[in-house]
Every structure is written in structure tokens, then in C-alpha cells.
């Protein structure tokens, strides 16, 4: 049976993983170009995206782990007997790495291209600096996926504890155990 407080407690740390990136996609850097002294240069406005969103790729990374280590990684715990819930805790165990991959990735991107700012000015110029920003929907597709991997590591968790246990023989069996 599926521990109810853990796939509580994963919810909501995933729950606030999916707000703080949305906060992120909100909250992205912008730039404009301001002008001195015949000098221009780019002006960046508040920098908090960047915390948001190393925030939203800590916290997806807790839930992540609090699973994982809950089912032992699939790979080190018990042995699961054969039929559709293993086969079942084997598609969302791939699937919600696979998606759990593509979030972290999304938010530590988007977090460190946040950070950056050009930081070269031009002296009579006709062309104004290019202020690089963030790309709009970096943060967002990371919320998207943080979305998918918390329906699917919960998913994963709840079939996995479904399997049985096979340490007991069963008749019919011809297979060989080790241990």
C-alpha cells in the first residue's frame, strides 16, 4: 500500500517546484537601453527569476529523491513479482526520470541565461547594444514538466507499491533467485 503522507509530502514539495517556476517565467529579465555621455549600454531591471528558479530546481529535486529513495530506485529494492504493475512501475519509473531530466534542465538553463547580462557598452556607435535576455517559455516549459513528473513519480510510486513481494516461493515457479 502506498504511504499516503509521502505522496502527500511529495506533492507538495513539486507543487511548490511548479509556483516558483511559474513565478520565474513572470518574473524574467528585461532590458532596455539607456544612454551616457554619448555612451550607450544595457540596463537590466530586478534579477529575481534567477533565485526562482534554482529554488523551483532544488525543490523538484527533493521530491524526486524522497521517491526514489522511498522505492529504493526500482534497481536496489525488492523484487517485483511479474504482471502489469511491474510493468506498469517500469514504463512511469523511465518516464518520470525522463521527465524529471527535461525540468532540471529547463530550470537550471533558463536560471544561469537569466543571470547573464551583456555587459559591453558602444561609443558612437549607430547600432545599440544588444541586451540578451531570457527567452520567453524557458521557465514555463520546466513548469510543464515539473507538472508531468509529479503525476508520473506519483504514479510510479503507487504502482510500485502495488507489486507484490516474491520472496515466497510460488507454485509453478521455475526461475532461479539469487539470495
Given at each position: 500500500m502506498?504511504?499516503?503522507?509521502?505522496?502527500?509530502?511529495?506533492?507538495?514539495?513539486?507543487?511548490?517546484?511548479f509556483?516558483?517556476?511559474?513565478?520565474?517565467?513572470?518574473?524574467?529579465?528585461?532590458a532596455?537601453?539607456?544612454?551616457?555621455?554619448?555612451?550607450?549600454?544595457?540596463?537590466?531591471d530586478?534579477?529575481?527569476?534567477?533565485?526562482?528558479?534554482?529554488?523551483?530546481?532544488?525543490?523538484?529535486?527533493?521530491?524526486?529523491?524522497?521517491?526514489?529513495?522511498?522505492?529504493?530506485?526500482?534497481?536496489c529494492?525488492?523484487?517485483?513479482?511479474?504482471g502489469?504493475?511491474r510493468?506498469?512501475?517500469?514504463?512511469?519509473f523511465?518516464?518520470?526520470?525522463?521527465a524529471?531530466?527535461?525540468?532540471?534542465?529547463?530550470?537550471?538553463?533558463g536560471?544561469?541565461?537569466?543571470?547573464?547580462?551583456?555587459?559591453?557598452?558602444?561609443?558612437?556607435?549607430?547600432?545599440?547594444?544588444?541586451?540578451?535576455?531570457?527567452?520567453?517559455?524557458?521557465?514555463?516549459?520546466?513548469a510543464?514538466?515539473?507538472?508531468f513528473t509529479?503525476?508520473?513519480?506519483?504514479?510510479?510510486?503507487?504502482t510500485?507499491?502495488?507489486?507484490?513481494?516474491?520472496?515466497?516461493?510460488?507454485?509453478g515457479?521455475?526461475?532461479?533467485?539469487?539470495?
Open positions: 502506498a504511504s499516503k503522507f509521502l505522496l502527500v509530502t511529495v506533492f507538495v514539495f513539486d507543487l511548490i517546484a509556483l516558483l517556476a511559474v513565478a520565474a517565467e513572470h518574473r524574467r529579465s528585461s532596455s537601453v539607456a544612454t551616457e555621455a554619448n555612451m550607450e549600454f544595457c540596463v537590466y530586478s534579477d529575481i527569476a534567477t533565485g526562482l528558479g534554482v529554488g523551483s530546481f532544488l525543490f523538484l529535486m527533493v521530491g524526486q529523491l524522497i521517491i526514489m529513495a522511498a522505492s529504493r530506485c526500482l534497481c529494492g525488492r523484487a517485483l513479482q511479474p502489469h504493475s510493468v506498469w512501475a517500469i514504463v512511469f523511465i518516464s518520470c526520470w525522463v524529471f531530466f527535461i525540468a532540471e534542465v529547463c530550470l537550471l538553463a536560471s544561469v541565461r537569466n543571470a547573464y547580462h551583456t555587459k559591453y557598452r558602444t561609443y558612437l556607435s549607430p547600432t545599440p547594444p544588444s541586451c540578451e535576455t531570457l527567452r520567453k517559455g524557458v521557465f514555463g516549459t520546466g510543464a514538466f515539473i507538472f509529479s503525476i508520473l513519480s506519483e504514479l510510479f510510486y503507487m510500485y507499491s502495488k507489486t507484490g513481494d516474491i520472496s515466497l516461493p510460488m507454485r515457479d521455475t526461475g532461479i533467485r539469487m539470495g
